[in-house]
């Protein structure tokens, strides 16, 4: 619903979409002004790469269920597929888009019988996309979508913000500075990336419970999904942790609430679960 009501609102929005010569599309949403300062029903408008953490999880989410219901059922969860993939190709995010494409891996490598469906579809494919041009504008995309001329080794300027990051965390290593820390310590920069904000927010102590928190999932999850009643299990569980664990290398999904909103339920799913089945 968040998905399709941030869709539907892009033709009431002055300036919620702009030209852009990187998207076969030739728009892309929710991004210069709009994202900045824009406003929707009087809230801060999304970014593009907001509305693309939507769309990646209900893809998800679509693609786990598709697989599991009756034939009118698939027919609702694959059309929502359709328009997550829409979304993604309008928005253009790329950790986003990275961080669907493992989800969606995962997701077909979890039962034995789709593994030849995952092998087949991959071959035929990357065959289709390398005839269209495909990988020329990714490639294109990957390197020039924010104006940067070819391969950015700093992750649009990532890298120097966390070691700037890091020599503030040196000044409270073990507890870090609180809430939103690098906001107030590092002149108003946000640190894309999760382990670095958990650092400079709760230093070393609140990190490693942070990752502790992740590898105890990931391995809960796997000792479930390697049982003998998995199929029993719903197929979009890893698939969005997937997403999320990839998407925390670049992104801040430390403490954001949107994130935190879609994370927490896969979590507490994985812990009950492991409850449930010992």
């Not at 029903?41 to 769309?55: C, V």
């Not at 503030?168 to 820390?181: L, V, Y």
């Not at 927490?264 to 492991?274: H, K, N, R, S, W």
Request: one cysteine or more; aromatic letters at 14%; charged letters at 10%.
């Amino acid at each position: 619903f968040i998905l399709l009501g941030l869709l539907g609102a892009i033709p009431f929005l002055h300036g919620a979409l702009a030209h852009t010569q990187t998207n076969p599309l030739g728009v892309k949403a929710y991004v210069g002004h709009m994202a900045a300062k824009g406003t929707i029903l009087g809230m801060a408008s999304t970014r593009n790469t907001g509305l693309a953490r939507y769309a990646a999880v209900a893809g998800l989410v679509a693609l786990g269920r598709f697989w599991r219901e009756k034939p009118l059922i698939k027919l609702v969860w694959g059309l929502v597929f359709l328009v997550a993939i829409y979304t993604l190709v309008l928005t253009q995010a790329r950790t986003e888009t990275i961080g669907f494409f493992a989800g969606f891996a995962v997701i077909l490598m979890l039962r034995k019988s789709r593994r030849v469906v995952l092998f087949g579809a991959g071959v035929v494919g990357v065959a289709l996309l390398y005839l269209i041009g495909f990988f020329r504008a990714l490639w294109i995309f990957g390197t020039h979508a924010r104006g940067g001329h070819g391969f950015d080794p700093t992750l649009s300027g990532r890298t120097g913000q966390w070691m700037e990051g890091l020599r503030t965390t040196m000044h409270s290593p073990w507890i870090g500075f609180g809430f939103q820390a690098d906001r107030y310590y590092l002149h108003g920069i946000q640190l894309e990336g999760a382990v670095f904000q958990a650092l400079i927010q709760s230093g070393v102590l609140g990190t490693l419970c942070y990752l502790a928190a992740f590898a105890l999932s990931w391995y809960l999850l796997i000792r479930l999904y390697t049982l003998p009643m998995a199929r029993s299990l719903p197929d979009e569980i890893p698939g969005v942790l997937m997403f999320f664990t990839v998407m925390s290398i670049t992104e801040s999904t430390v403490f954001y609430g949107a994130d935190w909103m879609l994370l927490a339920p896969v979590l507490a799913y994985i812990q009950v679960a492991a409850w449930q089945y010992g």
